[in-house]
């Protein structure tokens, strides 16, 4: 059987850069492992090549979990990288490659996981519902949104689910805190336009829409937005100040995450809305005022924030600008204290004594969306023990990205109780 960092290089050497050629090859390759350990996987498409694998094991209880993760990548440039992002290279106690992080590595925990059971004839608790998706570095239209609409009923009984960004060590002193997501931030992805009047160059403008959207756009990218504490990014910061035995100044957030270094990247980008213009359109000659310019602006809020949200972004465009949604998605919550999220932290303490489990937020967005909407409640949980001097944020859709082999067998080894009689 191969082991879990074979299983990821694997994964890595098929090059699902979305957008791209599609996750077919990977898909094939997790059909593949999961029919030889005798399950009966679901593989289906939602356009040419844009492939997700289900796969369910019956357990003890109908009352199921879903494991989700996804098969495609974002972008990465050989060039700048020290090993091929695509080579899955093993070396220095890490496999290196674009998605050993974000996130084939967690992929292949679950795949290790589920083989191991099944070769020494273990039967999961509760049903376990694998699905290995399409398209989540995108908007997941060919992927976690094609599966709950079209094959909703691949996911009859789950209530629970497990993901990505979370479950991760962070060092503290003699500690290790492990973050595990009871939430997002929700996303409202916008294109702007500004209409005006077209011209010569050369002319006073009469409307020019190009300054009028940059000026709209200043305003935007400079605004300060206020600190709005949630309750679980609350509950994150008074377990931080147990752990640390010191207490976090709730008045001055931003300098006590500076203080706090690698713990206060838990909170630092989730205190507060944000909103940031990333790409620009306008004009096609250089004299020649254009009637329109149009941009796009990501923008992030916190559970139960959107009006307030899109209210402050409509006052910082101004009535000249036009918005129109890209991509707007609600940010979901899980219960925060519940018995599975003290199941989630037992398994991390059963196989680290030091660890301290802590409620988080994630600042971005994840599948935990579309399942949401069908009334899955999920939670960022793929374990991972990690050197201190790993920047693990960092490695998401950065150069160089690895994962710690031993980072992976600690996780397969928290997922294996989690999944078995023998969990918490």
Known sequence: MKSVAEIC????????????????????????????????????????????????????????????????????????????????EIEDGCVHGRGAVDMKGACAMTLATVLGMAARGERPRRDLVLAFLADEEATGDYGSRHAVTEHRELFDGVTEAISESGGFSVASG????????????????????????????????????VATLAHALSRVASYEWPVRLTPSVAALLRSLSEITGQPIDL????????????????????????????????????????????????????PGL?????????????????????????????????AFFDELAGTLVAEDPGARPVPYVLAGGTDAKSFARIGIQGYGFTPLM?????????????????VPVEGLEFGTRVLTRLFTAHAG
């Open 251 to 302: 008045d001055r957030l931003d300098e006590e995450a500076a203080r706090l270094g690698a713990l206060g990247g838990l909170f630092r980008g989730q205190i507060r809305n944000s909103a940031n213009p990333t790409m620009l359109e306008a004009g096609y000659k250089v004299n020649v005022v254009p009637s329109t310019a149009e941009a796009h602006v990501d923008g992030r809020y916190l």
């Open 306 to 338: 959107q009006e307030e949200f899109l209210e402050t972004i409509d006052e910082l465009l101004g009535p000249k600008i036009t918005r129109e949604f890209v991509n707007l998605e609600e940010a979901p919550a899980a219960p925060y204290p519940s």
């Open 386 to 402: 990690l050197r201190p001097d790993l920047d693990y944020f960092g490695m998401f859709h950065g150069k160089d990205e690895r």
């Open 9 to 88: 290089s694997d994964l890595i050497r098929f090059d699902t850069t979305n957008p791209g050629s599609g996750e077919r090859p990977a898909a094939e390759y997790v059909a593949t492992l999961l029919a030889d350990a005798g399950l009966e996987p679901v593989v289906f498409e939602s356009a040419p090549k844009r492939t997700t694998v289900v796969a369910r094991i019956d357990g003890d209880s109908p009352d199921a979990l879903l494991v989700h993760g996804h098969l495609d990548v974002v972008p990465a440039d050989p060039a700048e990288w020290r090993t091929h992002p695509f080579s899955g």
């Open 174 to 209: 003699e500690h290790r805190v492990y973050p595990i997501a009871v939430g997002e931030r929700g996303t409202s992805w916008m294109k702007v336009t500004a209409h005006g009047v077209a011209g010569h160059g050369s002319r006073p403008a009469v409307d020019n829409p």
